[in-house]
């Protein structure tokens, strides 16, 4: 069963910077192309960025050159750098795989201060 645990979340002030990981299990990881996505107050979750099993990796718009994402085949987690935080990005952070298992975990808070 699909495991996904993300944790590094916190409060941050904008322009600032943080590191989002997400351990998985329950599948084989370095086949899977994964995924970070966003949840704010009052709006659907969306996507953010993803990644490929050959570590091709793609961006929204609005992260693009700010945020990056990146992947340890060795023990299965998920990375997500965050730099020059902006309010906007405010969200619960979750990742799942490209094509998302129905297997969401918690997620982990992000908050950017003004």
């Known amino acids: 069963q699909v495991r996904l645990v993300e944790s590094g979340g916190g409060v941050v002030q904008a322009g600032g910077s943080l590191k989002l990981s997400c351990a998985a299990s329950g599948f084989i990881f370095r086949t899977a192309a994964m995924a970070w996505y966003r949840q704010a107050p009052g709006k659907q979750r969306e996507l953010v960025a993803s990644i490929t099993a050959y570590n091709s990796a793609d961006y929204r718009d609005f992260v693009r050159g700010r945020f990056t994402i990146s992947r340890d085949d060795v023990t299965s987690t998920l990375f997500l750098q965050m730099n020059s935080l902006k309010p906007e990005d405010t969200a619960v952070y979750f990742c799942?795989?490209?094509?998302?298992?129905?297997?969401w975990g918690r997620g982990t808070q992000v908050t950017v201060s003004v």
């Open positions: 799942n795989l490209a094509r998302p298992s129905p297997n």
